[in-house]
């Protein structure tokens, strides 16, 4: 891609980032979808910290069913330099 493309592209696109900033912050309807928006964007942020905390869970439980399961087997439960588990 050329320079002159490049310089093209960053300027449409700072050009629609721009449009969509000012129909947000300095028009009613803007501010209308704003105040829809947040509590829409509030609810999917929290779904998103249920999910991490969730997933952080399972490799837990993951991660003591691979000690218990290399402890049963008489393994050695060390793993290579720099790795505390096999997940």
Known sequence: MSDNSRATA?????A???GIA???FFTERGRELRRQL???LDSFAREL???RLTVEKAAGVAH???RLLNEAAGQDT???RNQTSPF
Request: charged letters at 15%; zero cysteines; glycine letters at 18%.
């Open 16 to 18: 629609v980032i721009g």
């Open 10 to 14: 960053a300027a449409i696109t700072g």
């Open 49 to 51: 910290v249920s999910l």
């Open 22 to 24: 000012g129909y947000l």
């Open 64 to 66: 003591e069913g691979w």
């Open 78 to 80: 060390r793993y290579p």
């Open 38 to 40: 947040e509590p829409a």
